[in-house]
């Protein structure tokens, strides 16, 4: 489906009934990330799954994309669908857009969950971007794919699930100029940096973090969780920096039951 925002065309998955939650992607990534946990949680909420401006099957707009425009357009979605208030879901850089939306604008937030993310950009998450820019600068699309495959799930699991990872590699072929472009764009990003206002976010917080994310390291996690007043962390074992795609049944679980104790402790029913 495909919203009208002010000029914007944002492209967008909205599957089943009851709570809302948007689920917001990483830098590079799309509303498809979100594929293998929505069949499940789309039974007990409802799940709209964005793609960013500059990404998937939005528009693609020739400007710098700032964590301040991700949040108006998200925003903006949940007027177009009248929605008063949801959850918010961002995986990696997507975890950037979700603070950034409670802190902007606190009064639409139910809660958020916040997957494989930090509240500013790691020394390790820009060694590893430079890394993924150059190989694709200089050995091609194949080998930018093969080095985030391998930078990005648990080896273990990488082994274990050829067909997951080749879900994740057909998403990654697009042309390289796209690719560029949004690493380009990205890097104009404003600077990130939260750590300063953790503690006002207010909002019921559940953050899943793969405990061997190899770019955004677990630390990051529990700095989020102890200075977020009402958060909970759940450390993933064996997991890399996707857990929704790592660990779809358990990630599921956790999303479900924190937002049916959410609901129930704000006196809410779904």
């Given at each position: 489906?495909?919203?009208?925002?002010?000029?914007?065309?944002m492209?967008?998955?909205?599957?089943?009934?009851g709570v809302?939650?948007?689920?917001?992607?990483?830098?590079?990534?799309?509303?498809?990330d979100?594929k293998l946990v929505?069949?499940?949680?789309?039974k007990e909420?409802?799940?709209?799954a964005?793609?960013?401006?500059?990404?998937?099957?939005?528009?693609?707009?020739n400007e710098?994309?700032t964590?301040?425009?991700?949040?108006?357009?998200?925003?903006s979605?949940?007027n177009?669908?009248g929605?008063?208030r949801a959850?918010?879901?961002?995986?990696?850089?997507?975890?950037?857009?979700?603070q950034?939306?409670?802190?902007?604008?606190?009064q639409?937030?139910r809660?958020?969950i916040?997957v494989?993310?930090?509240?500013?950009?790691?020394?390790?998450?820009?060694?590893?971007?430079?890394?993924w820019?150059?190989?694709?600068?200089t050995k091609?699309l194949?080998?930018f794919?093969?080095?985030?495959?391998?930078d990005?799930?648990?080896p273990?699991?990488?082994?274990?699930?050829?067909?997951?990872i080749?879900?994740f590699r057909e998403?990654?072929?697009?042309?390289?100029s796209?690719?560029?472009?949004?690493?380009?764009?990205?890097?104009?990003?404003?600077?990130?940096?939260?750590?300063?206002?953790?503690?006002?976010?207010?909002?019921p917080?559940?953050?899943i973090?793969?405990?061997?994310?190899?770019?955004?390291p677990?630390e990051?996690?529990e700095?989020?969780?102890?200075?977020?007043?009402?958060?909970?962390?759940?450390?993933?074992?064996?997991?890399?920096h996707?857990?929704?795609?790592?660990r779809?049944t358990y990630?599921?679980?956790?999303?479900?039951?924190f937002?049916?104790?959410?609901?129930?402790e704000a006196?809410?029913?779904?």
């Amino acid at each position: 489906m495909r919203a009208n925002l002010e000029g914007f065309q944002m492209y967008y998955e909205d599957v089943g009934k009851g709570v809302p939650v948007v689920f917001i992607h990483g830098l590079g990534g799309d509303s498809k990330d979100w594929k293998l946990v929505i069949p499940e949680l789309s039974k007990e909420i409802r799940c709209i799954a964005v793609d960013l401006r500059g990404h998937g099957q939005s528009d693609k707009p020739n400007e710098p994309y700032t964590q301040s425009l991700f949040a108006r357009d998200v925003i903006s979605l949940l007027n177009y669908l009248g929605i008063k208030r949801a959850y918010f879901c961002g995986a990696s850089m997507g975890g950037y857009v979700a603070q950034k939306v409670a802190l902007t604008y606190p009064q639409r937030v139910r809660g958020l969950i916040l997957v494989g993310a930090s509240p500013h950009i790691p020394e390790q998450t820009v060694k590893v971007s430079g890394k993924w820019a150059e190989t694709l600068l200089t050995k091609g699309l194949e080998a930018f794919i093969e080095v985030q495959v391998k930078d990005v799930f648990h080896p273990a699991f990488a082994r274990h699930h050829k067909e997951i990872i080749d879900i994740f590699r057909e998403s990654k072929r697009v042309p390289p100029s796209e690719v560029s472009g949004l690493i380009n764009k990205g890097m104009q990003i404003e600077p990130i940096d939260f750590r300063k206002r953790l503690r006002e976010i207010k909002a019921p917080t559940l953050i899943i973090h793969g405990h061997d994310d190899q770019i955004v390291p677990v630390e990051y996690a529990e700095l989020m969780h102890k200075q977020i007043p009402n958060s909970q962390l759940a450390a993933l074992p064996l997991c890399g920096h996707l857990p929704a795609m790592e660990r779809p049944t358990y990630f599921a679980d956790l999303l479900l039951y924190f937002i049916e104790k959410t609901e129930k402790e704000a006196g809410r029913s779904k």
